[in-house]
């Protein structure tokens, strides 16, 4: 079964590379929601399946992965930056604070009409941030298209820990997935990290 990842994420891209698997790309350009009346689970999964089902619509025979990534502190949805300014604000939030990362996942094949969704949660701490900690961040990493202005994997170190999995903060939960995608037929290769 061919796999379609429907996001124009490069870390997402590469993320699902680095499970050994073939795959097109094809992004969507459908508008995310940031906020939903029942829970940031079911906010995370919305906009996900948004996303796959935009692209499995005219793929049918495929399998469409959507994913969504949203950053959460308190009651706060911390989606991407409007513009630097903006990723300030959500870095001086997030300073010294424990928070959620919630990437919703769906995988779709309309031909077989089968569906998955799920939802995985990683706790971040982030280390106490001085303005020019945040300015230098800011000047190492494009924060503008990341959930919550920052990327876990890029620029000077921000996070002080994490409790689950590393490859949800940076957009996919790669050990679910991976369970997930083999209920379909597609086995991830060796090459999984």
Same mark, same amino acid.
Request: one cysteine or more; aromatic letters at 4%; proline letters at 4%.
């Given at each position: 079964?061919?796999?379609?990842?429907?996001?124009?994420?490069?870390?997402?891209?590469?993320?699902?590379?680095?499970?050994?698997?073939?795959?097109?790309?094809?992004?969507?350009?459908?508008?995310?929601?940031?906020?939903?009346?029942?829970?940031?689970?079911?906010?995370?999964?919305?906009?996900?399946?948004? +996303?796959?089902?935009?692209?499995?619509?005219?793929?049918?025979?495929?399998?469409?992965?959507?994913?969504?990534?949203?950053?959460?502190?308190?009651?706060?949805?911390?989606? +991407?930056?409007?513009?630097?300014?903006?990723?300030?604000?959500?870095?001086?939030?997030?300073?010294?604070?424990?928070?959620?990362?919630?990437?919703?996942?769906?995988?779709?094949?309309?031909?077989?009409?089968?569906?998955?969704?799920?939802?995985?949660?990683?706790?971040?701490?982030?280390?106490?941030?001085?303005?020019?900690?945040?300015?230098?961040?800011?000047?190492?990493?494009?924060?503008?298209?990341?959930?919550?202005?920052?990327?876990?994997?890029?620029?000077?170190?921000?996070?002080?820990?994490?409790?689950?999995?590393?490859?949800?903060?940076?957009?996919?939960?790669?050990?679910?997935?991976?369970?997930?995608?083999?209920?379909?037929?597609?086995?991830?290769?060796?090459?999984?990290?």
């Amino acid at each position: 079964m061919k796999l379609i990842l429907a996001s124009a994420s490069p870390r997402r891209t590469e993320l699902l590379k680095s499970l050994g698997l073939q795959f097109d790309v094809m992004p969507t350009g459908v508008a995310e929601r940031d906020e939903h009346p029942t829970s940031f689970h079911d906010l995370a999964i919305h906009n996900a399946q948004v +996303k796959a089902h935009d692209v499995a619509v005219r793929h049918p025979d495929a399998l469409v992965l959507g994913a969504d990534t949203i950053v959460v502190l308190g009651n706060e949805v911390f989606g +991407k930056p409007s513009d630097l300014d903006d990723a300030r604000r959500m870095l001086r939030s997030l300073s010294g604070q424990g928070h959620s990362v919630i990437t919703g996942v769906c995988l779709i094949c309309r031909a077989e009409n089968r569906e998955r969704v799920f939802t995985v949660e990683t706790r971040v701490r982030f280390r106490e941030l001085a303005e020019a900690d945040i300015e230098q961040y800011l000047d190492a990493v494009d924060v503008l298209d990341k959930a919550g202005a920052y990327a876990i994997q890029e620029g000077p170190p921000i996070v002080a820990g994490i409790e689950g999995s590393y490859s949800n903060v940076i957009g996919l939960p790669l050990e679910r997935l991976a369970a997930e995608l083999c209920e379909f037929g597609i086995a991830a290769g060796s090459e999984r990290h």
